[in-house]
């Protein structure tokens, strides 16, 4: 979804390297530290799912 909107042109201009970095951190965050020591279940396909959208929304704002 993301390279779409990046392809679509829906995403605000900014360096794609940037762009990437800041889209990972906002999606994984500390989740491989909680999960590496047992404070946090895998992921089900919903939660990915939120995961991924509440990202994008946030690299989109941070890119404004």
């Known amino acids: 979804a993301l ?3 990046a392809v ?3 995403l605000p201009q900014s360096d794609p390297s940037e ?7 906002l999606l994984i965050g500390d ?3 909680r ?5 946090m ?3 089900t396909q919903a939660d990915i799912e939120t995961r991924a959208t509440t990202a ?3 690299l989109v704002k ?3």
């Open 8 to 10: 679509e042109g829906s």
């Open 62 to 64: 941070i890119l404004a």
């Open 3 to 5: 390279m779409e909107r």
């Open 31 to 33: 989740l491989q530290i």
């Open 35 to 39: 999960r590496v020591i047992g404070r």
């Open 41 to 43: 279940s895998a992921l």
């Open 19 to 25: 762009a990437a970095d800041i889209y990972v951190r």
């Open 56 to 58: 994008l929304t946030g």
